[in-house]
């Protein structure tokens, strides 16, 4: 027995041996729970409940892994495999790996759903980078031009570029606009908001109008396709819940 180990699904070596139980420790497996959240009102699981039910599917892989090995293990001591009925309920242990793959790779580092794994979702998501960008590049350039030194009104000493709510309310992000003296702000563009003493309005400039409204359409879409993959999720694990229960219980 000395020195026997197995290798788990991450290719580390881990010691086998009478002091070394299963690879179970720090899980709850807590599924009822989880599918409780899907069956109940149709709900839609969100990162944590996903994550844990990778988590458990990662653990019963470790554990079919690990009583493979023990499986070829001799205790020389009474010359009988040990946990002989271990590796027994093990066999019960079916995963559906596909799933178990795609609930892995569904989350990035940052713990957000994946670019790479939902290429939809990485477009968005390029595509509202580029806007803002430009957005911010475009209102940098109107704020150098010399003919705007007249037209701002700083009273406040505030930013230069500051953000309000959308007159359409909702999630949607709001409007950067421009402190700017009330007898330009026609010329302007789109007046969204004043200050308390009326010598300040906050103008959304017209040639951010546009690239903003795409903007927040965008960030719609994004917001609606995430809302489609959480809901996809969800389904496929909905799907395999008598695997799930028949494996991880």
């Given at each position: ?7 788990n699904r ?9 002091g070394n ?105 390029a ?70 003493s009326?010598?300040?309005v ?48």
């Amino acid at each position: 027995m000395r020195g026997a180990y197995y290798k788990n699904r991450r290719g580390i070596q881990v010691t086998i041996g009478k002091g070394n139980p299963p690879p179970l420790e720090g899980y709850s497996f807590d599924l009822e729970s989880i599918l409780t959240i899907c069956s109940e009102d149709g709900e839609v699981l969100e990162g944590p409940e996903i994550l844990e039910v990778s988590s458990m599917m990662n653990a019963m892989e470790d554990v079919q892994l690990w009583s493979r090995s023990l499986e070829h293990i001799v205790d020389h001591d009474d010359v009988l495999p040990m946990f002989v009925e271990i590796p027994r309920i093990v066999n019960s242990i079916e995963l559906n790996t596909t799933l178990q793959v795609l609930l892995e790779e569904a989350f990035d580092n940052e713990g957000r759903l994946s670019g790479r794994t939902f290429p939809v979702l990485g477009q968005l998501r390029a595509k509202v980078r580029t806007l803002k960008a430009d957005i911010l590049a475009t209102l940098d350039s109107i704020t150098q031009l010399p003919s705007m030194k007249s037209k701002l009104a700083l009273e406040s000493g505030g930013p230069l570029v500051s953000e309000v709510a959308s007159a359409s309310g909702g999630n949607s992000g709001g409007r950067l606009v421009l402190p700017i003296d009330p007898k330009y702000a026609s010329e302007m563009g789109i007046v969204h908001d004043s200050s308390r003493s009326g010598k300040t309005v906050y103008v959304e400039p017209s040639e951010i109008v546009g690239p903003t409204n795409e903007l927040r359409q965008i960030e719609r879409d994004l917001e609606a396709e995430e809302a489609r993959v959480w809901r996809s999720l969800t389904d496929q694990i909905w799907n395999n819940q008598y695997q799930l229960r028949t494996s991880i219980q």
